[in-house]
């Protein structure tokens, strides 16, 4: 029973492209967060949303920017991909004012 | 804005003992702690959470304490078994201004050795 979906497990891109990380979930949760996760560093926040067409940014949200245009979407893009992003992106959401989140399954990004 | 700082990094055991990660935070706002295990390969889980009123929760093998004077948790999981062995992550929830948004810390790596 996925309840959040990350539209790709892993992807390769070159250096300068514009990325779209998909994420979807299926539990009418309002708020949704993106994370990534690089080895010894933990998961560090990039963008969450509170609402639709809501967005804040997190911890290190340089060089990424976010869309949320339907409740269960929310999108993660790069604008123009950089080796330093190279890493694993987890999306998660969590219903307002309480629970703790539920992530999907991540995804391996390569910028070459 | 919060910080999380999770020690140890690595943590090996043998088998039936007992293993503890412990954590501090930096803002007295936070109120919820979560703590998530995630095996190789496989999404972080909710294992356990513990709230601010709250000193203790145990919930079989795994337990959570709290000093909030202190600002720090703990995760203790008895009895370890290999089915133990992943990477915990604790964080921490502050809800004034932050959406309820987590702040995780770097990452417990366990590895239980039968």
């Known amino acids: 029973d996925v309840k959040v979906t990350q539209s790709s497990r892993y992807l390769v891109k070159r250096t300068g492209e514009k990325v779209f990380l998909e994420c979807v979930q299926d539990?009418?949760?309002?708020?949704m967060f993106w994370y990534r996760q690089d080895p010894g560093l933990g998961l560090r926040l990039i963008y969450f949303?509170?609402?639709?067409?809501?967005?804040e940014k997190g911890d290190i949200p340089e060089g990424y920017s976010v869309s949320r245009e339907k409740k269960e979407r929310f999108s993660l893009i790069l604008e123009s991909a950089s080796t330093n992003q190279t890493s694993m992106y987890l999306c998660?959401?969590?219903?307002?004012?309480?629970?703790?989140?539920?992530f999907g399954s991540g995804t391996r990004l390569t910028v070459v | 804005g919060e910080n999380v700082e999770q020690h140890p990094s690595t943590l090996s055991v043998q088998e039936g003992d007992s293993a503890v990660i412990k954590c501090t935070y930096s803002?007295?706002?936070?109120?919820?702690f979560p703590w998530y295990k995630q095996e190789l390969g496989k999404r972080p889980q909710l294992i356990i959470d513990?709230?601010?009123?709250?000193g203790e929760k145990k919930d079989q093998r795994i337990a959570v304490t709290l000093n909030k004077t202190a600002k720090h948790f703990s995760l203790h999981i008895t009895e370890t078994q290999p089915e133990d062995s992943a990477v915990y992550f604790c964080?921490?929830?502050?809800?004034?201004?932050?959406?309820?948004?987590?702040?995780f810390g770097a990452g417990t790596r366990l590895a239980v050795h039968p």
């Open positions: 949303s509170y609402d639709v067409k809501m967005k």
């Open positions: 998660a959401s969590r219903p307002r004012d309480r629970g703790g989140y539920t």
């Open positions: 803002d007295s706002a936070s109120n919820y």
């Open positions: 539990m009418d949760h309002e708020n």
């Open positions: 964080a921490a929830s502050n809800p004034l201004g932050g959406y309820n948004k987590l702040i």
């Open positions: 513990i709230r601010s009123n709250v």
